[in-house]
């Protein structure tokens, strides 16, 4: 695989059955695929380093020699394993059996990079993702025992990074909620006031929310959205309290949400009926898509299936490029991949028959 030339726009697709690299320039009209990169195995989070645009890490999941974070520096000539793997302490008796989303660190922290693993915990990498160790103050937090596994498991699906202050992080967890440090990672707050869980006796209880994705607003560091088991939600106060922006959608439930690169209150997110039936609302596939932080939302379905669509698609399977106008991309678990290059007006299928697709993400080099 050859690095591509300035300025083409990539999308990296994980599956459960490899790795696959979509590119085209920025018209987004013709696309070339090369994949599957390793072949067989289920591929939970494929990821550019923005920092050189040049470094991809991928998430991976082998039947047999079980979870790593595999990484190349030169857009997938070769690739490394880690030393050690990323593994618990002995004292934690705990065993990673699935590594769900690996995050590169800021532009002023170079070499770091995060992983969010099952059982949930976080660990971090100082020296590109050779070496891992556990981050122990959300790993050893004292509510550990009150949380509780999703229906994917208990996970850290979620890391976010505060791009204007660099002590304060977010993760979040299916079933936790949401958790802020403001130490670098050294202590961690569940920050999940107004946030539902239907399922418990308390619906608004301090930690124990299925959140399945939050995301940061490019430009607006304090305010976070994220989807919900229980609904859609939007937070202007760096998580100190949340707002419920699901009037206007066909359904509370849901797993992915992106958010616009450069217009913070534009937000994209694909409902699904509910937990028991997780598939498109009546067979109609149809993102929605508000320009107001979510008081308000618009269908968008054009040029995609409306009639006998159920179809599913997962909490990482949804990203957005910086191009102008924006691309928006997601993935279904069924093996289609579909893409808008004008901001969700005019969908199109960009590749069919994959395997189940795990993740999505786009991006301009």
């Known amino acids: 695989m ?11 697709v994980g599956t459960r059955k490899g790795a696959f690299v979509f590119r085209s320039d920025a018209r987004r009209r013709s696309w070339s695929v090369e994949g599957p990169h390793f072949a067989g195995q289920n591929v939970h989070h494929f990821i550019l380093d923005s920092r050189d645009a040049e470094t991809l890490y991928v998430a991976t999941r082998n039947d047999w020699w ?4 595999v990484r190349s520096r030169n857009w997938g000539r070769t690739w490394q394993r880690t030393k050690g793997g990323v593994r618990y302490a002995k004292d934690a008796k705990l065993s990673v059996t699935c590594i769900w989303h690996v995050r590169p660190g800021r532009p002023s922290e170079p070499g770091v990079v995060y992983a969010g693993v099952d059982p949930a915990g976080l660990f971090r990498s100082e020296d590109g993702g050779v070496t891992w160790e556990e981050v122990r103050g959300l790993n050893r937090h004292p509510t550990r025992k009150r949380w509780t596994p999703g229906a ?45 869980a239907d399922f418990l006796p308390n619906r608004f209880p301090e930690l124990g929310q299925c959140v399945h994705k939050l995301a940061l607003a490019p430009g607006s560091p304090d305010l976070l959205y994220q989807q919900n088991h229980c609904g859609v939600y939007r937070s202007d106060s760096a998580g100190e309290s949340w707002s419920d922006i699901s009037r206007g959608l066909p359904s509370r439930f849901g797993f992915p949400i992106a958010v616009h690169p450069r217009q913070p209150k534009t937000i994209w997110v694909l409902p699904l009926v509910s937990a028991e039936m997780r ?87």
């Open 66 to 69: 079980g979870p790593d974070v």
């Open 2 to 12: 050859s690095k591509p030339k300035k300025g083409s726009v990539v999308v990296l």
């Open 152 to 196: 994917g498991g208990l996970i850290v699906h979620t890391i976010a990074l505060d791009p204007a202050n660099a002590q304060r992080m977010y993760v979040a967890i299916s079933a936790a909620g949401v958790f802020r440090s403001d130490d670098g990672g050294r202590t961690w707050q569940p920050r999940n006031k107004g946030t539902r």
């Open 279 to 365: 598939a498109c609302p009546q067979g109609s596939l149809a993102v929605y898509r508000s320009t107001n932080a979510g008081r308000s939302w618009q269908k968008q379905n054009r040029g995609l299936p409306v009639r006998n669509a159920f179809l599913t698609i997962l909490r990482e399977a949804m990203s957005t490029d910086t191009c102008d106008p924006a691309g928006v991309y997601f993935g279904t678990e069924t093996g289609q991949l579909f893409y808008a290059r004008d901001e969700g007006r005019q969908w199109r299928l960009l590749a069919d028959f994959l395997p189940p697709i795990l993740s999505v993400e786009a991006a301009v080099v």
